[in-house]
């Protein structure tokens, strides 16, 4: 596929490079050609250059530890942190997530916007809570009641760890009916 390519990018760069020739023919149309015919009076046709566009370097304020030979000298320097913001959004501050199947939903703010390659996982407890994914918002289900601590990290192709956002605690309050004793019917 790249041979064909080539060559038809060849093809097509060597015509422009030609000679190129008019003449008006028996029928009075002006006729544009690499190769005039013979006895025909062909004037030569001056073609302006073409344009063309160097390559920039790259500003001086982009650096890629990966480029760079001495990266691996900076072992002691702390990670770059990818994302100005991550963090969960979503989630009461001073009351309980009334949740009486334990299902809600969490929001993940982020900035700049995550990475085709970066993926969100969120942390309950600690653990990681359910598969990591690309969308910002994230549902949960069956959480036990009682306090959780809940947190979101950036997780990169090869499942590393990037970022992690601060903890946040939060009370689940479900309905119980495990302590609830069966009441006899009365009679009618």
Same mark, same amino acid.
């Given at each position: 596929?790249?041979?064909?390519?080539?060559?038809?990018?060849?093809?097509?760069?060597?015509?422009?490079?030609?000679?190129?020739?008019?003449?008006?023919?028996?029928?009075?149309?002006?006729?544009?050609?690499?190769?005039?015919?013979?006895?025909?009076?062909?004037?030569?046709?001056?073609?302006?250059?073409?344009?063309?566009?160097?390559?920039?370097?790259?500003?001086?304020?982009?650096?890629?530890?990966?480029?760079?030979?001495?990266?691996?000298?900076?072992?002691?320097?702390?990670?770059?942190?990818?994302?100005?913001?991550?963090?969960?959004?979503?989630?009461?501050?001073?009351?309980?997530?009334?949740?009486?199947?334990?299902?809600?939903? /969490? !929001? $993940?703010?982020?900035?700049?916007?995550?990475?085709? &390659?970066?993926?969100?996982?969120?942390? *309950?407890?600690? =653990?990681?809570?359910?598969?990591?994914?690309?969308?910002?918002?994230?549902?949960?289900?069956?959480?036990?009641?009682?306090?959780?601590?809940?947190? /979101? !990290? $950036?997780?990169?192709?090869?499942?590393?760890?990037? &970022?992690?956002?601060?903890?946040?605690? *939060?009370?689940? =309050?479900?309905?119980?009916?495990?302590?609830?004793?069966?009441?006899?019917?009365?009679?009618?």
């Amino acid at each position: 596929m790249r041979l064909l390519l080539a060559a038809i990018s060849l093809a097509i760069a060597v015509p422009a490079s030609a000679q190129i020739y008019q003449y008006i023919d028996q029928q009075g149309n002006r006729v544009y050609t690499d190769q005039p015919p013979e006895g025909i009076d062909a004037t030569s046709v001056e073609l302006p250059t073409v344009n063309t566009v160097d390559m920039q370097p790259p500003a001086d304020n982009f650096t890629d530890p990966s480029l760079t030979a001495d990266s691996d000298l900076d072992a002691d320097a702390e990670p770059a942190i990818p994302y100005s913001t991550l963090e969960l959004t979503g989630l009461p501050d001073d009351q309980a997530i009334r949740a009486n199947n334990g299902d809600f939903t /969490v !929001q $993940v703010a982020i900035n700049p916007e995550l990475a085709s &390659q970066d993926r969100l996982q969120l942390l *309950v407890d600690g =653990q990681a809570y359910g598969p990591a994914g690309h969308s910002t918002t994230i549902n949960v289900i069956n959480l036990s009641r009682g306090e959780h601590q809940l947190a /979101v !990290q $950036v997780l990169s192709s090869d499942n590393q760890v990037l &970022q992690t956002s601060a903890a946040q605690t *939060v009370a689940i =309050q479900r309905v119980h009916l495990g302590d609830r004793k069966p009441r006899p019917r009365s009679a009618p």
